[in-house]
């Protein structure tokens, strides 16, 4: 599913799960984009988030970490509106995603789960059909979103042709195609050969530095998220572990890897999908 916006340690106490950052975040104000209060939802098997307490600041490139089946794309999905939370809320941009959905997410783009396309149009005619909904887009954006993707030289391609790696890169495309000021991104480099990992993280990088693109990021690819994001969120078994600054984590272990491995050791077991 995708849109293109103007679309520490846990502590057990009764009052439910408070996320601490380890190591402080330096003291100046920093414009929060997304607020995260209480979160928690749970399936019929029992599965699913509890409690979860999270702020991200402007700018930041932030790694939600956990391996397959940890609650990533559930908190992703309340966070975009798909699914509605048991209790808590999401707050974008100073707005609830329950209460005030279209303001929350009026800057958002995001792929959760699949990149989705029309197959049997082409791949600008699909960004076209997404293009109707902001009027500030014209077709020099649409050229210029494909272009940002690599995916400049397939515009007249459909997408029923393309590898799933390149219908990953369409679906960045139209999550990018607004330019929203927030990006949601569940395995974003899902279906990529490492030439289009490179690329794809080049564009974050690009688009948070020049643009002051904020973006929320899952993934259960370790390396990945160790070379493409500023600071991480554990999350396990529905619960978050921890929140680190990348630089932090680097100065105090050997690798991210290390870093995920001793957080889940403590808090749990270490599932071989994570590494």
């Not at 995708?2 to 799960?17: E, L, Q, R, W």
């Not at 989705?116 to 149009?121: A, C, N, R, T």
């Not at 059909?129 to 902001?134: K, N, S």
């Not at 994001?229 to 272990?253: A, E, F, H, W």
Request: with cysteine.
């Amino acid at each position: 599913m995708i849109f293109s916006g103007p679309a520490h340690h846990v502590d057990h106490s009764p009052a439910g799960t408070v996320l601490r950052e380890t190591n402080a975040r330096e003291e100046q104000k920093v414009e929060k984009v997304i607020e995260i209060t209480g979160l928690t939802k749970t399936y019929p098997n029992h599965r699913g988030i509890e409690d979860i307490n999270l702020e991200i600041g402007k700018g930041d490139i932030f790694g939600f970490l956990g391996p397959n089946g940890a609650g990533k794309t559930t908190a992703m999905k309340i966070m975009t509106g798909l699914i509605r939370p048991d209790r808590g809320d999401v707050r974008i941009f100073g707005h609830s995603v329950l209460e005030e959905y279209e303001k929350a997410t009026a800057q958002v783009g995001s792929i959760i789960e699949i990149a989705e396309s029309h197959p049997y149009l082409s791949a600008w005619e699909n960004l076209k059909q997404i293009a109707r909904y902001y009027p500030h887009v014209d077709d020099s954006r649409l050229d210029e979103a494909l272009e940002l993707t690599g995916m400049l030289k397939y515009k007249h391609e459909k997408p029923r042709k393309f590898s799933l790696g390149m219908k990953q890169r369409l679906g960045i495309a139209a999550a990018i195609l607004s330019r929203p000021r927030l990006l949601i991104l569940d395995e974003p480099l899902n279906g990529l050969d490492v030439e289009g990992m490179i690329d794809i993280r080049r564009l974050i990088h690009r688009l948070a530095e020049e643009d002051n693109t904020t973006f929320f990021i899952s993934s259960h690819l370790i390396h990945d998220v160790e070379l493409t994001c500023t600071r991480i969120g554990v999350i396990l078994n529905g619960k978050m572990l921890s929140v680190q600054s990348m630089p932090d984590i680097l100065q105090n272990y050997a690798s991210l890897e290390n870093y995920f491995v001793s957080e889940v050791e403590r808090n749990g077991r270490v599932s071989s999908s994570a590494s």
